[in-house]
């Protein structure tokens, strides 16, 4: 499975930005996608992950209420977004789309499979 994911940038505390991540390859053996985000000096960590059904969302408590991730709606593009809404300078960070393969990776949160990532950039 490939991922290219974009829609990174600069924007101001408060605002908004949609990252997009397109899947291609096998992806109809992925059971479901997410974001993962690693800001300056710290370890990547979970941000969002959705299943291939499009069904019950899981967000990290950190940006819960504030991104919501979506699949599309002809869901053979295999793209996923994640909507970031009343940005905040933590939020600061090169955000990675990744794929799960298996029920497994997908509940413990170890993808399989690893987009390039794209910078997001929230300034105060």
């Known amino acids: 499975v490939q991922l290219q994911a974009y829609g990174g940038g600069l924007v101001q505390a408060g605002g908004s930005l949609r990252l997009s991540c397109a899947a291609s390859?096998?992806?109809?053996?992925?059971?479901?996608m997410g974001w993962f985000r690693q800001a300056p000096g710290k370890e990547r960590e979970f941000v969002a992950r959705?299943?291939?059904?499009?069904?019950?969302?899981?967000?990290a408590d950190s940006v819960k209420g504030r991104f919501t991730i979506s699949r599309d709606r002809d869901n053979a593009k295999n793209t996923v977004y994640l909507q970031m809404n009343s940005l905040k300078p933590e939020d600061t960070a090169i955000y990675y789309c990744?794929?799960?393969?298996?029920?497994?990776?997908?509940?413990?949160?170890?993808?399989?499979?690893w987009g390039q990532g794209t910078l997001v950039t929230v300034s105060s």
């Open positions: 990744a794929a799960f393969m298996n029920r497994y990776s997908y509940s413990t949160r170890y993808p399989n499979y």
């Open positions: 390859g096998r992806t109809s053996s992925m059971y479901g």
């Open positions: 959705i299943p291939s059904s499009g069904i019950s969302a899981a967000y």
